[in-house]
Antibody, heavy 123, light 110 residues
Framework: EGQMVESGGGFVQPGGSLRLSCAAS????????MTWVRQAPGKGLEWVAN????????YYGDSAKGRFTISRDNAKNSVYLQMNSLRAEDTAVYYC????????????????WGRGTTVTVSS | QTVVTQEPSFSVSPGGTVTLTCGLS?????????PSWYQQTPGQAPRTLIY???TRSSGVPDRFSGSILGNKAALTITGAHLDDESDYYC??????????FGGGTKLTVL
């Protein structure tokens, strides 16, 4: 069965940077968009960023614009999230997921999720 | 800024039926927003329940169903089980690569 495994989380001071990685195995990766979703402690899920299957397009939620960069390496079946200028409110569990998007068939959803990696921003 | 709205909490008795909704701060939800629904228990990753408004994901029991009710997307649980007690999130595709989560509904089964 396919899976996604996130890594790279940890403890960082405000203003610092962190790069998250997500490796896919046992699933088709290169044909699909990928997404990062986060969940602050005791809060709901929040969409962070999407990237097209070939990396030609990236999209960001308001909280990520200008500070975070999503990228991918299809040769390594991996997606990344570079996070700069981190703030306390970025403290969260970060999940990666595979996105199924088809305009002709009419769907957009996440079908394979990782277990998440925890980012803590604190002085 | 478009906000996706959900009831913060809901309660249902075991065996009962409950409908959770997913709306927009401005405008109506239609199938064109490709509504999807996710279940999450504490400490776990989300689980995909419904996509494309009313298509159940693989392995999801048929007591879960999706629809459009009025101007909102809806998730109905018919014959609730104790282990349906979870947080439920909807996602709407707003176009231009953006898929936005609702605030989530905490469902209590008691």
């Amino acid at each position: 069965e396919g899976q996604m495994v996130e890594s790279g989380g940890g403890f960082v001071q405000p203003g610092g940077s962190l790069r998250l990685s997500c490796a896919a195995s046992g699933i088709t990766f290169t044909s699909f968009w990928m997404t990062w979703v986060r969940q602050a402690p005791g809060k709901g899920l929040e969409w962070v960023a999407n990237i097209k299957s070939d990396g030609s397009g990236t999209y960001y939620g308001d909280s990520a614009k200008g500070r975070f960069t999503i990228s991918r390496d299809n040769a390594k079946n991996s997606v990344y999230l570079q996070m700069n200028s981190l703030r306390a409110e970025d403290t969260a569990v970060y999940y990666c997921a595979r996105v199924r998007l088809d305009y002709s068939k009419g769907y957009y959803y996440m079908d394979v999720w990782g277990r998440g990696t925890t980012v803590t921003v604190s002085s | 800024q478009t906000v996706v709205t959900q009831e913060p909490s809901f309660s249902v008795s075991p065996g009962g039926t409950v409908t959770l909704t997913c709306g927009l701060s401005s405008g109506s939800v239609s199938t064109s927003f490709y509504p999807s629904w996710y279940q999450q228990t504490p400490g776990q990753a989300p689980r995909t329940l419904i996509y494309s408004t009313n298509t159940r994901s693989s392995g999801v029991p048929d007591r879960f169903s999706g629809s459009i009710l009025g101007n909102k997307a809806a998730l109905t649980i018919t014959g609730a089980h104790l282990d349906d007690e979870s947080d439920y999130y909807c996602v709407l595709y707003l176009g231009t690569g953006m898929g936005v989560f609702g605030g989530g509904t905490k469902l209590t089964v008691l």
